[in-house]
């Protein structure tokens, strides 16, 4: 399974851009990669996924290079309800599997 | 359209009683799941299931069963219940065919083995 790395923690202003980094070196041709968020101690909730391309939705953006060997997750306005720890996670099989390996995610701090 | 939905929230288990956590969802959703998250850590695969009748093992299945009769629920049972399974469970469940894609995960028992 590929591995990711993402930094510890991570301090933003809030109305700024949120930019949190991922490196899955390892990844292969046909794995995804997701992006979920856990706000204080609720359930996580998913954010964005893609496969080669930059993806965009309603919460975020999800940029992946070209060699897909690292990510990235914009937040375009941080506000103070983004503050969570956010995961970046590369699906082993495919996007539905029932196999979704967490690692310890990045904590952004969203401050005023 | 409730989601997923735990029971109970909260439970207090003596060492060595047994129990079931219970995980139910509304969305016909084939796959589901159940992870521990222990205090400041990241979320760990116990058990899943691809469809009703087949299950298999997360990262850490020791001391928990599962079964999948039915497509909405997917029960979680402790068999001997041991201090070291203190943790935050919750429980997820996702479609390959239907939205919302990724996994939707409920709010989570809280247990505490004494």
């Known amino acids: 399974d590929a591995k990711t790395t993402q930094p510890t923690s991570m301090d933003c202003a809030e109305g700024r851009a949120a930019n949190l980094p991922c490196n899955h070196s390892?990844?292969?041709?046909?794995?995804?990669v997701y992006w979920y968020r856990q706000i204080h101690s609720q359930g996580p909730q998913y954010i964005i996924h893609?496969?080669?391309n930059n993806e965009t939705n309603e919460m975020a953006s999800l940029i992946i290079t070209e060699d897909r060997k690292s990510s990235t997750l914009i937040l375009p306005h941080a506000t103070l309800r983004d503050t969570a720890v956010y995961y970046c996670?590369?699906?082993?099989?495919?996007?539905?599997?029932?196999?979704?390996?967490f690692g310890q995610g990045t904590t952004l701090q969203v401050k005023p | 359209n409730a989601g997923v939905t735990q029971t109970p929230k909260f439970q207090v288990l003596k060492t060595g009683q047994s129990m079931t956590l219970q995980c139910a969802q509304d969305?016909?959703?084939?796959?589901m799941s159940w992870y521990r998250q222990d205090p400041g850590m990241g979320l760990r695969l116990i058990h899943y299931?691809?469809?009703?009748?087949?299950?298999d093992q997360g990262e850490v299945p020791n001391g928990y069963n599962v079964s999948r009769s039915t497509t909405e629920d997917f029960p979680l049972r402790l068999l001997s219940a041991a201090p070291s399974q203190t943790s935050v469970y919750f429980c997820?469940?996702?479609?390959?065919?239907?939205?919302?894609?990724?996994?939707?995960f409920g709010s989570g028992t809280r247990l505490t083995v004494v």
């Open positions: 969305m016909n959703h084939e796959y």
């Open positions: 996670i590369v699906s082993p099989d495919g996007i539905y599997t029932g196999k979704l390996i």
């Open positions: 893609g496969l080669k």
């Open positions: 299931s691809v469809g009703a009748g087949i299950t």
């Open positions: 390892t990844i292969s041709g046909n794995e995804y």
């Open positions: 997820a469940s996702s479609s390959r065919d239907r939205a919302p894609y990724g996994y939707t």
